[in-house]
Nanobody, 124 residues
Framework: QVQLVESGGALVQAGGSLRLSCANS????????MGWFRQAPGKEREFVAA????????SYGDSVKDRFTISGDNAKNTVYLQMNGLKPEDTAVYYC?????????????????WGQGTQVTVSS
């Protein structure tokens, strides 16, 4: 079974950086997609970034392009989200998600597995 656990969320000042980690402690993927979503209070879950597991291609939501970078370590079965130039509007619970398929349109319902989330708060 795929089990995803996020870590790295914290309180940070605007302009600062954080690195989130998502570890899959269960069944590993040969191929598929791992991604990051975020959800702020009162808002819909928003796509942040994704990486093709075993392939390496990446994609990003428009709001985080040029600031966030997703990467993966296949040996550790872990995906990372490096967040630079954080803004107060980045404040949200960040969720790791995974799919055994290659996802082209990153809607939350297309992902099969989810972590419990990690809180990122950016102060002004």
């Amino acid at each position: 079974q795929v089990q995803l656990v996020e870590s790295g969320g914290a309180l940070v000042q605007a302009g600062g950086s954080l690195r989130l980690s998502c570890a899959n402690s269960g069944r590993t993927f040969r191929t598929g997609t791992m991604g990051w979503f975020r959800q702020a209070p009162g808002k819909e879950r928003e796509f942040v970034a994704a990486i093709r597991w075993g392939g390496g291609s990446t994609s990003y939501g428009d709001s985080v392009k040029d600031r966030f970078t997703i990467s993966g370590d296949n040996a550790k079965n872990t995906v990372y989200l490096q967040m630079n130039g954080l803004k107060p509007e980045d404040t949200a619970v960040y969720y790791c998600a995974a799919s055994s398929r290659i996802i082209l349109v990153h809607a939350p319902l297309l992902y099969d597995y989810w972590g419990q989330g990690t809180q990122v708060t950016v102060s002004s």
